[in-house]
């Protein structure tokens, strides 16, 4: 791990290569879970009011799960995350004729109607953050269905700190991503020297 002002940042965040490869997922990390993308109460409180928005877009079933339960619940590990449909579809995903999956919130900040992108876990996905003690871990979740993304970062040799620049940047600040870019960079000549 290494120390990035107050966060502590797993070497793999440096070391992995990935890179979203959506021709050949499409998108399915929003639709294939078992709990939903952890969200702030701030979070809540934006997607509560653009609700009148994204609920005409909103599949029968989300639209029932979000009347029952609300926009989230407390997983078992007492996170905040937002609500599902059939233990694993986040409400606010759609499936095109295609079979590709998008974010209705992505959709209505994209046409205009919002300046919230989406929740900031979905957004820095696969990085998660976690509490260490007093500090902010930054760790890389690995899941089986994101495999192809392993291989495009690869092939086109982008380490994930690089492929999630804007998110990390959006958490964290240009200052912070900065030093992380140049820890990387130090990480990487002591590596080849070794």
């Given at each position: ?7 502590l940042v ?19 990390c ?11 109460d ?5 997607l509560e009011?653009?609700?009148?928005i ?8 989300a ?12 997983d078992?590990s ?10 694993k ?5 759609r499936?095109d ?5 998008y974010?209705?919130?992505e959709?209505a900040?994209k ?15 696969p990085?998660?953050l976690t ?24 092939k ?11 998110p990390?940047?959006?958490?964290f ?14 990480w ?7």
């Amino acid at each position: 791990m290494f120390i990035i002002q107050d966060t502590l940042v797993s070497l793999d965040v440096i070391e992995k290569e990935f890179c979203c490869n959506l021709d050949v997922c499409k998108g399915c990390c929003c639709i294939e879970g078992d709990a939903g993308a952890p969200v702030s109460d701030e979070e809540v409180k934006v997607l509560e009011n653009l609700l009148p928005i994204l609920l005409p877009d909103m599949t029968k079933d989300a639209k029932q799960v979000v009347e029952k339960q609300g926009l989230a619940y407390k997983d078992p590990s007492g996170e905040q995350v937002l609500s599902i449909v059939n233990d694993k579809d986040c409400i606010f995903a759609r499936t095109d004729h295609n079979g590709w999956c998008y974010c209705l919130i992505e959709k209505a900040c994209k046409a205009g109607k919002t300046s919230f992108l989406k929740p900031l876990s979905c957004h820095l996905y696969p990085i998660r953050l976690t509490a260490i003690g007093e500090r902010v871990g930054v760790e890389y979740h690995r899941w089986d269905i994101c495999h192809c993304a392993r291989q495009l970062g690869k092939k086109q040799h982008i380490p994930l700190y690089r492929f999630l620049k804007e998110p990390l940047i959006r958490r964290f600040g240009e200052e912070w991503y900065n030093e992380l870019e140049l820890t990387a960079q130090e990480w990487k000549k002591q590596c080849a020297t070794k």
